[in-house]
């Protein structure tokens, strides 16, 4: 029987951390009910303190996500730990994660305190967060570039304050797999009181080597892998869930460990994660990536038509990527809709379920075959989980070679329709400017991509943009046979979630502010 390796996930929180990756509450929720399906044993779904928007977010998962314990970090210090608790407190397991940095360049320059003060701070916050909640993790921050007698030492006394979980991250990526390796197994040997925790780890990917440290550890003792979906995460990004449940599973009989997750449901949260977040995959990207399962090679193909383990390590099946099978036509109606998009695993609200059929029906009518790939792309185009204050009534764009291109566009709110006009450097660009106008929203355009969804000059155009107002990024998407009506959905969709952003929690899901009269809050995280 293998040893079972608890998968923490903590996208929602070291991976929301980073530059780009805002989400907000009903997004995380989406991504949360999304992760309790793939069956992953925690959930880090916020640091609660942060802003009333990052507490809102951990509350609601804990009180609507079954499954998974649902954690919130936590700095050692009573107001953060209290704050977590409060997030918390409704889930059915709930869990605090705290931590301080334990290195010397970290404690001297960040914390300016003494070795013995940062352990007295541990562990008054290991007491303080035990005495609330069950499930307690330390992590020693800046672990790999700490003292490991000092790290035994923390740990041996937060472990006798009650910590359930023991952390080792490799904060800054710096750490080789040997090296890291060796690091959990002195740990686990040296400090009294271990073998009663939960011995876990948390890396970066500075040097791209999270997911290889992460199997180090697990090679070494490791009960628990922190990781993230399609390796997000401040800087480089994490350990990449993916990867790590993937290399174990496919690489069973090397490792003898195994997770518990339903890598079918794999491909599902990496889209949801990267429509979400706009975080494009890279196409060469291990398991998720578009390229994973793409024979070139005339050689590979021949192999593959001969015998797929030629060149398949894994199946396209065991992470659940959807056929390109032709599914449904103009004429299907609202019923086989909704039936496939019920198989393909989106139990969508009778809103959304609308929204999405009003799309499916524009699409079919320009498009001749819509597949499954298609009917993705649709349902994480267009249903951004934003509460649309601004939707696209009309638009009509002249451009060619000796014209200066220009633009009309209506859009349409509430109760108004609003048109304006502009001329740009291109068709999409003169768009933007006159949604511009009319949003009266100042928005720097930092990443433009586009992509076919499928083969075939019919095909669905998927753009998805980076934009910044006020200093924050946003990202949006946008779907169709016409590039022009995909780029400016995907503005559109951008300056929903800028208006969301900008919309108090309290609000959400009721009436938003007016755009332009709305002033920004900015969160802060001391991660
Ligand atoms: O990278 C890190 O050290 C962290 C801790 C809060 C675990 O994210
Ligand atoms: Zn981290």
Same mark, same amino acid.
């Given at each position: 029987?293998?040893?079972?390796?608890?998968?923490?996930?903590?996208?929602?929180?070291?991976?929301?951390?980073?530059?780009?990756?805002?989400?907000?509450?009903?997004?995380?929720?989406?991504?949360?009910?999304?992760?309790?399906?793939?069956?992953?044993?925690?959930?880090?779904?916020?640091?609660?303190?942060?802003?009333?928007?990052?507490?809102?977010?951990?509350?609601?998962?804990?009180?609507?996500?079954?499954?998974?314990?649902?954690?919130?970090?936590?700095?050692?210090?009573?107001?953060?730990?209290?704050?977590?608790?409060?997030?918390?407190?409704?889930?059915?397991?709930?869990?605090?994660?705290?931590?301080?940095?334990?290195?010397?360049?970290?404690?001297?320059?960040?914390?300016?305190?003494?070795?013995?003060?940062?352990?007295?701070?541990?562990?008054?916050?290991?007491k303080m967060a035990r005495n609330l909640c069950p499930e307690v993790e330390f992590s020693a921050e800046d672990a790999t570039r700490s003292d490991w007698d000092f790290l035994c030492r923390i740990f041996a006394e937060v472990i006798k304050a009650g910590a359930t979980v023991i952390n080792v991250p490799d904060t800054v990526g710096y750490s080789i797999p040997e090296e890291f390796g060796?690091?959990?197994?002195?740990?686990?040997?040296?400090?009294?009181?271990m073998e009663k925790v939960i011995l876990s780890v948390h890396c970066h990917n500075d040097l791209g080597m999270a997911v290889a440290n992460s199997l180090a550890a697990v090679m070494n003792g490791a009960d628990q892998v922190e990781c993230t979906i399609n390796g997000l995460g401040e800087r480089a990004g994490n350990a990449a869930l993916e990867e790590i449940v993937m290399a174990l599973?496919?690489?069973?009989?090397?490792?003898?460990?195994?997770?518990?997750?339903?890598?079918?449901?794999?491909?599902?949260?990496?889209?949801?994660?990267?429509?979400?977040?706009?975080?494009?995959?890279?196409?060469?990207?291990?398991?998720?990536?578009?390229?994973?399962?793409?024979?070139?090679?005339?050689?590979?193909?021949?192999?593959?038509?001969?015998?797929?383990?030629?060149?398949?390590?894994?199946?396209?099946?065991?992470?659940?990527?959807?056929?390109?099978?032709?599914?449904?036509?103009?004429?299907?109606?609202?019923?086989?809709?909704?039936?496939?998009?019920?198989?393909?695993?989106?139990?969508?609200?009778?809103?959304?379920?609308? !929204? +999405?059929? =009003? #799309?499916?029906?524009?699409?079919?009518? /320009?498009? @001749? *075959?819509?597949?499954?790939?298609?009917?993705?792309?649709?349902?994480?185009?267009?249903?951004?989980?934003?509460?649309?204050?601004?939707?696209?009534?009309?638009?009509?764009?002249?451009?060619?070679?000796?014209?200066?291109?220009?633009?009309?566009?209506?859009?349409?709110?509430?109760?108004?329709?609003?048109?304006?006009?502009?001329?740009?450097?291109?068709?999409?660009?003169?768009?933007? !400017? +006159?949604? =511009? #106008?009319?949003?009266?929203?100042?928005? /720097?355009? @930092? *990443?433009?991509?586009?992509?076919?969804?499928?083969?075939?000059?019919?095909?669905?155009?998927?753009?998805?943009?980076?934009?910044?107002?006020?200093?924050?990024?946003?990202?949006?998407?946008?779907?169709?046979?016409?590039?022009?009506?995909?780029?400016?959905?995907?503005?559109?969709?951008?300056?929903?979630?800028?208006?969301?952003?900008?919309?108090?929690?309290?609000?959400?899901?009721?009436? +938003?502010?007016?755009?332009?009269?709305?002033?920004?809050?900015?969160?802060?995280?001391?991660?």
């Amino acid at each position: 029987m293998s040893r079972m390796i608890r998968i923490f996930d903590t996208t929602l929180r070291d991976g929301e951390q980073a530059a780009g990756n805002s989400l907000n509450v009903e997004e995380k929720l989406e991504i949360a009910k999304q992760l309790a399906k793939l069956n992953v044993d925690v959930i880090e779904a916020g640091f609660a303190v942060v802003s009333p928007g990052d507490f809102a977010g951990v509350e609601t998962i804990a009180k609507q996500v079954k499954g998974p314990a649902i954690c919130s970090l936590a700095r050692a210090v009573p107001g953060d730990i209290e704050r977590a608790w409060e997030a918390v407190k409704a889930a059915e397991r709930p869990y605090i994660h705290t931590f301080i940095a334990t290195s010397d360049i970290h404690m001297k320059y960040k914390l300016k305190k003494e070795p013995d003060q940062v352990i007295d701070m541990a562990v008054q916050a290991v007491k303080m967060a035990r005495n609330l909640c069950p499930e307690v993790e330390f992590s020693a921050e800046d672990a790999t570039r700490s003292d490991w007698d000092f790290l035994c030492r923390i740990f041996a006394e937060v472990i006798k304050a009650g910590a359930t979980v023991i952390n080792v991250p490799d904060t800054v990526g710096y750490s080789i797999p040997e090296e890291f390796g060796r690091l959990i197994k002195y740990v686990k040997e040296n400090t009294p009181g271990m073998e009663k925790v939960i011995l876990s780890v948390h890396c970066h990917n500075d040097l791209g080597m999270a997911v290889a440290n992460s199997l180090a550890a697990v090679m070494n003792g490791a009960d628990q892998v922190e990781c993230t979906i399609n390796g997000l995460g401040e800087r480089a990004g994490n350990a990449a869930l993916e990867e790590i449940v993937m290399a174990l599973r496919t690489r069973k009989e090397f490792f003898n460990y195994d997770t518990a997750i339903r890598t079918e449901r794999i491909y599902r949260c990496s889209t949801l994660v990267s429509a979400l977040t706009g975080s494009i995959v890279q196409k060469n990207k291990a398991i998720v990536g578009e390229n994973a399962f793409a024979h070139e090679a005339g050689i590979h193909q021949d192999g593959v038509l001969k015998n797929r383990l030629t060149y398949e390590i894994m199946t396209p099946e065991s992470i659940g990527v959807p056929t390109s099978r032709l599914v449904l036509g103009k004429h299907s109606g609202r019923h086989a809709f909704s039936g496939r998009l019920e198989e393909m695993g989106y139990h969508l609200s009778a809103e959304d379920l609308q !929204k +999405a059929y =009003e #799309r499916f029906l524009e699409v079919a009518d /320009k498009k @001749k *075959e819509v597949t499954d790939q298609d009917l993705e792309a649709l349902v994480r185009g267009e249903l951004s989980l934003v509460d649309d204050y601004f939707s696209l009534d009309y638009f009509h764009v002249a451009s060619g070679n000796k014209t200066i291109p220009t633009a009309t566009v209506r859009l349409k709110t509430k109760d108004q329709v609003i048109q304006e006009a502009a001329c740009g450097d291109g068709p999409v660009d003169a768009v933007y !400017k +006159a949604m =511009e #106008r009319i949003t009266g929203i100042q928005i /720097k355009l @930092k *990443e433009y991509n586009i992509k076919a969804v499928t083969g075939g000059k019919d095909a669905l155009g998927e753009v998805s943009v980076r934009v910044q107002a006020n200093g924050h990024t946003f990202s949006g998407r946008g779907v169709s046979t016409d590039i022009i009506e995909a780029s400016a959905r995907a503005y559109l969709n951008a300056v929903n979630r800028i208006i969301r952003y900008r919309t108090p929690v309290e609000q959400h899901g009721k009436t +938003a502010v007016p755009p332009a009269t709305a002033s920004p809050s900015t969160p802060t995280s001391s991660v």
